[in-house]
Nanobody
């Protein structure tokens, strides 16, 4: 069974940091782009960051540029999201996703991704 499992969420004060991790099981995602999305209560899911299959290309939403960093470890089949200087508006459920097609460069469209994790809650208090 192919699975993506997120971890690392929690409660943090504004200005703090969290590191989310997404672990893949069932098959390797090393040839696929990976993305992080988030959904806040009452809002639509939105793109946060993506990383290409090779790990050499990344993309970020404007709202997180300079604060969040996406990275991948092909040896561990994991993708991490380092989140610094967190703000209350970053509060959401964070999901990782794997691209439909291999050798994808990633991107912000959720339709590019067809395997999703169950999400991890991030809450930032003011």
């Amino acid at each position: 069974q192919v699975q993506l499992v997120e971890s690392g969420g929690g409660l943090v004060q504004a200005g703090g940091s969290l590191r989310l991790s997404c672990a893949a099981s069932g098959r390797t995602f090393n040839s696929y782009a990976m993305g992080w999305f988030r959904q806040a209560p009452g809002k639509e899911r939105e793109f946060v960051a993506s990383i290409s299959w090779s790990g050499t290309s990344t993309e970020y939403a404007d709202s997180v540029k300079g604060r969040f960093t996406i990275s991948r470890d092909k040896g561990k089949n994991t993708v991490d999201l380092q989140m610094n200087n967190l703000k209350p508006e970053d509060t959401a459920i964070y999901y990782c996703a794997a691209s439909k097609s291999p050798y994808d460069y990633g991107g912000s469209r959720s339709a590019q991704y067809d395997t999703w994790g169950q999400g991890t809650q991030v809450t930032v208090s003011s």
